[in-house]
């Protein structure tokens, strides 16, 4: 079943907007480029990403409590990381 959306913007060139303040819960994005997007202040609770390109990309300063990439969590793969490069067995 198709999904009503209050607005629809579709082939449309926004690059170089700035974007404040605004609501987006439950939009969706599909075939969207985000290509050297900055997002800061941004909630992004119980969002999935799928089929995504993330490469040369960074989080910094961001709450990781059950994100999972693959279907691991995050915050375990970062502890086990972490405990690895200070030389313990990471369990």
């Known amino acids: 079943m198709a999904r009503n959306f209050n607005v629809l913007h579709e082939n449309a060139r926004l690059s170089e907007s700035r974007i404040v ?3 987006l819960s439950d939009s969706e994005f599909d075939d969207v480029n985000l290509r050297r997007t ?3 202040n941004v909630e992004m609770t119980g969002v999935r990403f799928k089929n995504v390109n993330l490469s040369q990309s960074s989080v910094e300063d961001a709450k990781l409590d059950g994100m999972t990439i693959n279907g691991i969590l995050v915050t375990e793969l970062l502890r086990v990381f972490k405990s690895a490069a200070a030389g ?3 369990l």
Request: net charge negative; proline share 0%; charged share 45%.
């Open 88 to 90: 313990n067995d990471g």
């Open 21 to 23: 303040n605004v609501d």
């Open 38 to 40: 900055k997002f800061e």
